[in-house]
């Protein structure tokens, strides 16, 4: 399963530099980047190539990170892509706990990640169902 | 001006004779603290098993400090130094909420500290024929007692009138035509505003002298209270880990407290810090009681901000003086009318695994009301990546707070190593509240 980067991280000036300077000095490449906000403090969940490196080099920093199961599942990037996926967990009835997108090919392909309780039975639904979930191996080669 | 001893050798020594005295004295204290379970576990570790190993008073830089929560820890007699039998009395901090503390007394150490008492009484001028009304609280507190039993071997008649009940005060006061009193400074306030009230003029009283200690206050209120009275106004300071008073007190010259070395060998630390201050600089009070036998304590961190005064004072002493007290790190916090000891937030913070051992505690005026905000920081190795988790554990530290010392705080959450640590004892608690 792949995974992406959860830092704890306070909600003032230069925080998220000191995650990208770290980031950058260890050649770490980010994917997709989205924050969970809770006014003192958030949730920065980066999609990076090489997730264990990066979770090395953020907690020498001294970070609380957490690497953490995401499905990157493609969608088509045309109007109703993103519909056609969440009417499919409507039918399921399962819950998206946290989600981000983003493109990685303009007007054909973009990549919705998304955190849910049930990883396997997501997988087996949204696969059956002729989407396409990206490997660790091809979502970090992307 | 007439200057009065109450042991003219004593007090005078030559400051090498009183090293020597100091070192003898440390000797013997070393021997009693090797007599308590906390300090022969203590004092083995830093290679010192015998009085043998003090050869200096370098030496003392060998033994770590002792603390306060090293006190509650030893409760209630891992720091009794002769058997229980010996003992004549006892001590105990008020220890509200928090684990109280306790000093024992045997009789040397009972007539030990009564010199000392005496010696500050009559340094200030008072004579066997002042009448002597005691203000302090009688009891458990150290306060009363103290110069109780200090007045008493100076000789003066003593009125123990202990605290409160000010129109019987007043009474006194006039009836046995009492000159000196022995009040906290806000007590001493609240005295005058009475006699405002009452029918009393400061004709009836026949008051000279006032002592003031047990609670830190500054120059002006000093003064405020001998212009209010007319009086001359003198400054104790004492700790009940020491004693109580008679640590430290003004001589007749009113010109900072000389602190008695013969009984409390003195070290003075940058704050926050266990490197000593330079000369004159202030500094957190650091004591070895030196002529106790059954509590001995070895570098005691009072947590009581002063300075150390080098220069000899005028009136022969060559007994150092330390300044006013600027703080007294004292733990307990009242937070809207209620106490609360830093080491109860401690031991809740201590309890939930998923915060580091680092914490804050901040008090602030929020209108008329204190708001508590206790900083923790996010343990790396319990974080979960969760924010739900977050949520749920800021919920639970606030609750289980509350629990425990009834207030209800704001949380924050942080992020590891993100709040300051020191070296030495850290200094947690910020009360940003300003007095009046």
Redesign the interface.
Known sequence: MAKQLNIFIENKPGRIESVTGTLYEANINVRAIEIQDRGDFGIMKLLVDDPQKAYLALSDLGLAVALRDVLAIIIEDKPGGLHKLAKLFTKANINMIDAYGFVIDSSREGIWCVEVEDYEATRSLVEENGFKILSEQELYEL | MDIRYWNKEQETLDRDSLRAQQLESLKETVGYALQTAFYKRRLAKAGITSVDDIRSLDDLQRIPYTTKDDLREAYPDGLLAVPMNDVVRLHTSSGTTGTPTVIYHNQHDLDSWTNLVARCIVSTGVTSSDVFQNMMGYGLFTGGLGLHYGAERVGTVIIPASSGNTNRQLRLMKDFRTTVIHATPSYMLHLYNKIQESEYKRSDFCIRKGFTGAEAYSASTHKKIEELFELDVYNSYGLSEMNGPGVAFECCLKDDMHIWEDAYYVEMLRKGTEEPVDAGEEGELVLTTLQRQATPLLRYRTGDLTSLRIEPCACGRTHRRITRIKGRADDMLIINGVNIYPSQIEAVIMKVPEVGTNYQICIEKAGSLDKLTVKTE???KM?????KA??ALKVRLQEELKANIIVKPVV???????LPVQEGKAIRVFDLRTDN
Not at chain 2, 383 to 387: A, I
Not at chain 2, 412 to 418: D, R, T, V
């Open positions: 996010i343990y790396s974080f979960t990546g969760d924010l977050l949520d924050e959450l942080h992020e590891p190593g993100a």
